[in-house]
């Protein structure tokens, strides 16, 4: 593994499913429990177009980038999710953003380079809002998701 880095999504198997197992960190491989603070690509279980479901879910504070790739921010906060953030709406992982727009299943090592410029596009992105965004906002998402759930 590259310094710096946490595990990608695993690409498929021959039976079409990505290699995450439920209820299992895709960055660290242990368990999750649902009063961690985690997010779960919204594709996780249903899977979108003719794709199968990825399986993804991650522990926040699991998602992070190291080398080749430096941040600009103070504290190397632009290479690891904010740790604030307890609920993120519409999470959607590399694996699945990747697989739509190449158009095929990830097959091996030569789409690892493709799934590590996702991670960092997430992280440049959701790292780009200020801190007291996410947290203003973390209330009424909860809320939304429990009223989701039920």
Known sequence: MITGWTHLPLPPYIDGYTGNKSNTCACCRQGICLK???VE????????DDYKPCRT???TQCIRAGTPFISRRDHQQGLQFPNNIQEWPNFICEACA???????ELHGPQDIGLLAL????????????AKST????QTQLRLIRKFEDH
Request: with cysteine; proline share 0%.
């Open 134 to 137: 996410h947290s203003s906002y």
């Open 36 to 38: 961690q603070r985690h």
């Open 98 to 104: 990747v697989r739509q727009v190449i158009g095929r």
């Open 118 to 129: 996702e991670r960092m596009r997430i992280l440049d992105m959701v790292s780009s809002w």
């Open 57 to 59: 879910i991650y522990h």
């Open 41 to 48: 690509c919204v594709f996780a279980k249903a899977g979108f």
